[in-house]
């Protein structure tokens, strides 16, 4: 089997008075009954038969990790950030976004990732980026990354499994009007073991490249669509050794495209509610893996320091995951995000069993 592995005047005015008591109201208008409506649609009809777990490791891996997001106030959402006025969004469009009004020059954030599987398996995960507005040049945004696990049984089978990854990237994003650009490019290098006591069974070595264009369009003043387009191209030196001295060494492609289009609805200009759809296409070698998934989330704003959140996402196999969290703004421009999530990786159920996951964002503005 393969091994593979594998992220206001006018406005003040516009939003006036908003809080519990207005955002309840809005739940009423038709425009928003919309977004709970088609995400229903997409919970019932994306279902297939459960062909996901028969899929190889070198797919589901990096499948899990399409949607998955190192930013706290995406993943309370369930995901949901294909079209957002805020620089965490998988729309690099949003980058741009979050520097509007021009207060700030500078975006940092530092995010932890702590998942937690039923088998014991868990993963360390930091993130940490940098954002600049470089003013008729637009926004750059460089992040790094780097992603790490303990050592433990599979399920499967009396094996072990380690994961290491280090990676970087480069986003920029651009905004004309109610018209946004982003553009990215990201490198990662990955190591995994698959082992028993006395043999390596696979140990793998990952080089992967991805690339993301980015699109989003204002409509009005609370509405925005986005799409953003991914591509990836991963090259795996994979060591095996059948019985102790025995080894056979091959190198391995692996490719994915992914889609993922959204809607957000703007409740106040820090808060939005949002719906995502994705599609992404995975190759390793031979094999293949394609999947539909929805997500849905919203903020909830409580007080003008504190916005709670809840999301929740289906694929087309019917696995069904949720997540919360909460938003702190201690002073103008510094945010602490947490978030919880649980059965959001269902790719890697065959393996480690039911995922959750724990994390905290910081980010500042200046």
């Known amino acids: 089997m393969p091994i593979d ?3 206001q005047v006018s406005a003040t005015k516009l939003f006036k008075n908003s809080g519990p008591v207005v955002f309840l109201k809005s739940l009423k208008k038709t425009k ?11 919970s019932s009809l994306l279902r297939g038969a459960d062909e996901l777990m028969n899929a190889p490791f070198a797919l589901r891996f990096p499948a ?18 294909a079209a957002s006025p805020f620089g965490s969004s998988s729309n690099l469009a949003g980058i741009a976004w979050s520097f509007q009004p021009q207060e700030f020059d500078y975006l940092a954030s530092a995010n932890y990732d702590f998942l937690t599987f039923d088998s014991g398996t868990e993963l360390h995960l930091s993130t940490q980026t940098l954002a600049f507005d470089v003013a008729e040049l637009g926004v750059f945004r460089w992040a790094m990354i780097e992603f790490q696990s303990n050592r433990s049984l599979i399920r499967t089978a009396p094996v072990h499994y380690e994961f290491e990854l280090l990676g970087t990237r480069l986003d920029w994003s651009k905004r004309f009007g109610d018209f946004g650009l982003g553009a990215g490019l990201g490198f990662t290098r990955a190591e995994t073991l698959f082992s028993t006591a006395t043999v390596r069974l696979a140990d793998s070595e990952k080089d992967n490249w991805t690339g993301r264009l980015s699109i989003q369009r204002q409509w009005g003043q609370r509405w925005l669509i986005g799409a953003t387009a991914d591509y990836g191209l991963g090259r795996t030196e994979v060591l095996r050794e059948s019985v102790p001295g025995v080894f056979r060494r091959s190198l391995e492609t692996s490719q994915q495209w992914m889609l993922q289009t959204g809607l957000a609805y703007l409740i106040t200009p820090k808060t939005a509610a949002h719906l995502d759809y994705q599609y992404a ?3 390793h070698e031979a094999e293949e893996l394609a999947f539909h998934r929805c997500a849905v989330g919203t903020d909830i704003p409580v007080l003008s320091w504190l916005i709670l959140r809840t ?5 087309q196999w019917g696995n069904l995951g949720f997540s919360g969290g909460l ?6 421009g510094a945010t602490v995000n947490l978030a919880y999530q649980n059965g959001m990786f269902p790719e890697l ?3 480690f069993g039911n995922a959750q996951m724990f994390n905290l964002s910081v980010s500042l503005k200046w």
């Open 5 to 7: 592995s594998d992220f």
């Open 32 to 42: 928003f009954c919309i977004l709970l409506i088609v995400w229903a649609l997409c």
């Open 64 to 81: 899990a990790f399409t949607h998955f997001s190192p930013f706290a106030d995406v993943a309370a959402k369930g995901g949901a950030s």
């Open 281 to 283: 296409h995975l190759t």
């Open 311 to 315: 999301g929740g996402a289906v694929d």
């Open 327 to 332: 938003a702190w703004l201690p002073r103008r």
């Open 349 to 351: 159920d065959r393996e």
